[in-house]
């Protein structure tokens, strides 16, 4: 178990609605990133939060945002949900965001699927 | 830029069978390399890592060398057990060290 938690673990939505995704992020961690994994994919970055600043975006439209809370949880949100939305969505908490040594911890993912 | 190539999977083995899976990368840099393997219906969990060339990161009787000469870092396993059952994937942490690249991942089921 890594200490890093994600809510919920599976939801379903319906085309054009809107999401929230949370995280907890291991304690002391400051940084947290999302990522997408597509059925059969390799996890794609989102984008990283450090400090409550964002730093750091993939390529994904502005519909996917973020925040991160001064206790270092965070939410992603995705608006206008597609059906290549349908995704695990896995959040990375680590401490700072440098150094060859930065080790990221993982949560289970939550399973968005977009109908 | 930045990615990682892995083999395509399934690899399909024997219970105490030699496991090699391949990953080649590009990078601008200096990356750091690691091996995460994922469970059915869980996230990912870090098997193993190197930070520079010609290091070695072992977990579990897994290994895996940095090869800068080659760009690779394949994951190795002298026997493998049923347990390893799992998909695992090569990434990389790039210089700027904000994210992961992450290879396509490879399934592997080992039969007793």
Known sequence: ETGVTQSPTHLIKTRGQQVTLRCSSQSGHNTVSWYQQALGQGPQFIFQYYREEENGRGNFPPRFSGLQFPNYSSELNVNALELDDSALYLCASSLEIGGANTEAFFGQGTRLTVV | ?112
Not at chain 2, 11 to 20: G, H, K, M
Not at chain 2, 82 to 92: G, N, P, T
Request: with cysteine.
């Open chain 2, 1 to 112: 830029g930045n990615s990682v190539t892995q083999m395509e999977g399934p690899v399909t083995l024997s219970e105490e069978a030699f496991l090699t899976i391949n990953c080649t990368y590009t990078a601008t840099g200096y990356p750091s390399l690691f091996w995460y393997v994922q469970y059915p219906g869980e996230g990912l969990q870090l098997l193993l890592k190197a930070t520079k060339a010609d290091d070695k990161g072992s977990n579990k009787g897994f290994e895996a060398t940095y090869r800068k000469e080659t760009t690779s870092f394949h994951l190795e396993k002298g026997s493998v057990q049923v347990s390893d059952s799992a998909v695992y994937f090569c990434a990389l942490i790039g210089y700027n060290f904000n994210k992961f690249y992450f290879g396509s991942g490879t399934k592997l089921n080992v039969k007793p």
